[in-house]
């Protein structure tokens, strides 16, 4: 929320209206909880063959596990209240994923969030096996510079297939929200100056429970995004912007075999260029 204090200080307090704001619709939308300020999930427990691409919202189908659906079709829904218990309540209701979700932010915290095994099983005991509508859905909006956005302050929701309206402006009365505008509209603009940089490299060890691909595309977006919010939790500033470092084959994280494996050809050629240069 700091970011876009600093943001609405920055246009002028006599202008009434929208202004451009470096936010648009991606080509490659993520998964992500709706929760504002939550991540791409590590738990997941789709069915096999799914997502299927045939929407961009998530229903819990009981044991079935997770599709995804049109976010149009009308389903009964699963809100949750955080720091309660129980912290799950299945309300009965044919509505759309939007309507279910303004229903859930209205009377409780928001559409449910399912992050380990044990969340999966209060679901299972209490969704009488009909597929219900959960908070998981597919973001299609990112920032200029690639990074996903970790707050959400939309006016109006937007819709989930774009519509023609691919591009982002701030409204500056009624608190900064934001609204989808098409993107050859003319509107003012903000710009932002370029910080200096600052790079750091930090080595982490990563031990996992369950049999996860750290490689995989959405398990290293999801963490380093579970990250950068602890970071924030501790100092970080809003600004700073995280990345994996990839080795040569493309991956981030090698495993304990892998790594001693290297390091022994790593002194294998050392050794047969230090017998070269001898000869």
Known sequence: MEEMRRLQQSVDPKFNGDVWIGLKRSPQPHWVWSVSGSTTPLYRHWRPSQPSGNGFCVVSYGKDGWYDYSCTSEKWFLCYTENRSPKYELVRELVTWTEARSYCMKNYTDLAIVESQEDERQVLDIGEGQPIWIGLFNDPWEWIDQRRPS?????????????????AAMRTVGGGMWYTHMCNVTYPFVCQRAAAIKRQFVRLVVSTKEDVDLNDPNVKVAMLEQIKTKLKENGLSDDANLQWRENQK???????????????EAEKRRRKTKAADDL
């Open 250 to 264: 493309g991956k981030v994280f090698i495993s304990q075999a892998e790594e001693r494996r290297g390091g022994g």
């Open 151 to 167: 707050l959400r302050y939309w006016g109006v929701e937007p819709e989930m297939v774009s519509n023609g309206e691919d591009c």
